[in-house]
């Protein structure tokens, strides 16, 4: 018998908490650290990895996804014995993706030589701007000229090869958004996420704004003018979006990302890791313990998981449609009335058709380029009251 999550892979991620500095914008669990026991760090992986393949034997693993934090701060031979690990736990597919996620300032060539032999194949480089005063006031700790070597660098010994941007960022306006987004895609990379600025409570940013001292953000119509432009720009470049915020040339797609849009399995190891595992038929979301230091020491006693929900069938519907219309593809409205009981409401489904919103293709249900700017509307009105 094929389980659900079958249809969306099976991927593992793996969370690296450090980094170099703190960015303002940043509300991921990273933190700097003067000291880090590079030998406990790597044994707690392994630990945690053996603990996952007793629970969850036999099944092919499609992707690995080192996040952070900065992961590319790991040692490489960190890398190598989590990999290693990771291969003698379970079988993998042909294609097996494995991601790093790099800082340009930690970049150098004879780290990512190392990675590269280690087995990682694919980099995602956090470039966010490409002129020095932004990448200042992003507090971004690498310049322009280090952005462009970390890209040379990573095309030489990756074979897909990935970079953030932030839009919408203080007093960036229309033309300097679409000159710039043109000559990233000059830099001959595969994959580019484009993310408009987002304020997060909890962050310096966000304590800024609320005084009044974050001064410049474009209003919501020219950060509307600057989303549209990503996608005219990118769409005549070849490498239309194939989720909200992220672009590919055809073939190029993260394949770990997916399989969190295709709604699969993924174990989350490290500080504040989330996971989504099947166990006899019933999925389960996981996360983990968030504070480095109690991180490490629960996992050295097999106590990582700081919360394990079951999730009912109806919450496993409203994930599946949250997560897969966000990508082109969109669901499979067959597999959301197997997960809930029941189909999704046909009157809203062709209400949501008529203007615009919504189109269908068989059994897949997609958002429209229209209903994807405004994604979180079009839910409200799927997701059972």
């Not at 690995?64 to 379970?90: K, N, Q, Y």
């Not at 010994?157 to 203080?170: C, E, N, P, T």
């Not at 672009?247 to 709604?263: C, T, V």
């Not at 409205?333 to 189909?343: D, S, W």
Request: hydrophobic fraction near 40%; charged fraction near 25%; glycine fraction near 10%.
């Amino acid at each position: 018998m094929v389980e659900d999550w079958q249809t969306g892979g099976f991927g593992l991620y793996l969370h690296w908490p450090f980094c170099e500095a703190k960015c303002p914008y940043c509300d991921f669990n990273s933190h700097v650290a003067r000291e880090i026991d590079h030998a406990r760090w790597r044994a707690a992986y392994v630990q945690e990895i053996r603990r996952y393949a007793a629970a969850l034997p036999g099944r092919v693993l499609n992707s690995v996804f080192f996040g952070g934090g900065t992961p590319s701060l790991m040692e490489p031979e960190t890398v190598a014995v989590i990999l290693d690990e990771a291969r003698r736990a379970w079988p993998t597919a042909n294609d097996l993706e494995v991601t790093l996620e790099a800082n340009p300032s930690s970049v150098e060539a004879g780290r990512f030589r190392a990675y590269g032999e280690a087995g990682v194949s694919r980099v995602s480089l956090g470039v966010q701007a490409l002129n020095d005063t932004d990448l200042r006031q992003l507090g971004r700790i690498h310049s322009m000229a280090e952005a462009e070597q970390a890209i040379d660098i990573a095309r030489k010994y990756f074979s897909r090869v990935s970079f953030d941007l932030i839009y919408a960022r203080q007093e960036q306006d229309l033309a300097s958004w679409r000159d710039e987004l043109k000559r990233a895609l000059d830099m001959a990379v595969d994959h580019l996420s484009l993310y408009q600025l987002t304020i997060e409570g909890g962050t310096a940013f966000g304590d800024r704004y609320a005084s009044g001292k974050l001064r410049g953000l474009p209003g919501d119509d020219l950060a509307a003018d600057m989303y549209h432009a990503t996608q005219e720009i990118c769409n005549a470049a070849g490498m239309g979006a194939y989720e909200v915020s992220n672009h590919a040339k055809p073939g190029s797609e993260s394949r770990h990302n997916l399989i969190y849009w295709r709604y699969g399995d993924y174990i989350g190891i490290g500080p504040g890791a989330h996971g989504r595992v099947t166990r006899a038929g019933q999925r389960y979301a996981t996360e983990t313990w968030l504070q480095p230091n109690l991180w490490l020491k629960e996992a050295e006693s097999g106590q990582t998981e700081r919360v394990v929900t079951p999730l009912s069938p109806e919450t496993q519907a409203g994930e599946y449609l949250l997560m897969g219309l966000r990508i082109r593809e969109g669901i499979d409205m067959n597999r959301f009335a197997t997960l809930n009981g029941t189909p999704l409401n046909e009157d809203r489904l062709q209400h949501l058709e008529e203007i615009g919103m919504l189109e269908r293709r068989g059994t897949r249900l997609m958002a429209t380029r229209q209903g994807i700017a405004v994604l979180n509307a079009i839910l409200t009105q799927l997701l059972p009251d």
